[in-house]
Structures are given as C-alpha cells and as structure tokens.
C-alpha cells in the first residue's frame, strides 16, 4: 500500500511554532516533489511550500516567506513543515501532496486533486 500520511497538526498559540509531517509509506518521497496545502471552510485549497525532487529546491507562497519551512529527510522518508510565529490567519487543514511529474512552482501555483498521492490532512488551529 502506497500512501503519505500527515502529522503534527493541534492546537497552537499565536507567536508559537509548530513542525509538520508528511510521512511516505510504500515508495521513495526523495523522488516526488512534495508540497504543503492549506485549505479553509469556503477556500480553495492553496499551496503554501513545495520542494523539488531531485536539488532539493523550494518554493513558498508570498504570504507566509520568512515564516515557513519546507525540508526533507529521506532516511525518514518524510517531508516537513516547520511554521514560525503562527498567526490565526494559518489556521487551516493542511495536506501534503506528491507528484512525480510536476515541477515545483506548479505544484504549489496551481493545485490539482489528480496529484499521485495526497494525504488526510492535518489540523492547525491558531488561538489563545
């Protein structure tokens, strides 16, 4: 069985921090490229931070450069998402998604559900 599987979503305050992972099972993440999603209630899914295959390189959405992080560690077989100085603004489902055939900056500009593989999701709520 071949899945990613998301993990690491709570309840966080505002200012704090929180890591996310998407864990592969059943086949090599190193050889997808991988991105985070974030969807609300009424919105679209958007993308938020991808990274390539391959090098390895990143992209991040405008509105959350300097406050996301997006890293992999292929002995894990995992891709993380690490959010600093949370706002109640990225309270969200975040997805994880893989796709061997899309490049990075598509992936993350324009999302689409016929990605190879996309998790269940993890909620982050943002709230004191």
């Known amino acids: 069985l071949k899945f990613v599987e998301e993990s690491g979503g709570g309840l966080v305050q505002p200012g704090g921090s929180v890591t996310l992972s998407c864990a592969a099972s059943?086949?090599?993440?190193?050889?997808?490229?991988t991105g985070w999603f974030r969807q609300v209630p009424g919105k679209e899914r958007e993308g938020v931070a991808c990274?390539?295959?391959?090098?390895?390189?990143?992209y991040y959405a405008d509105s959350v450069k300097g406050r996301f992080t997006i890293s992999r560690d292929g002995a894990k077989n995992t891709v993380y998402l690490h959010i600093d100085n949370l706002e109640p603004e990225d309270t969200g489902t975040y997805y994880c998604?893989?796709?061997?055939?899309?490049?990075?900056?598509?992936?993350?500009?324009?999302?689409?559900?016929?990605?190879?593989?996309w998790g269940q999701g993890t909620r982050v709520t943002v709230s004191s």
């Open positions: 998604a893989a796709d061997r055939m899309s490049s990075v900056q598509p992936l993350c500009t324009t999302p689409s559900y016929l990605y190879d593989y």
């Open positions: 059943g086949f090599t993440l190193d050889r997808y490229t």
């Open positions: 990274i390539s295959d391959g090098d390895g390189s990143t």
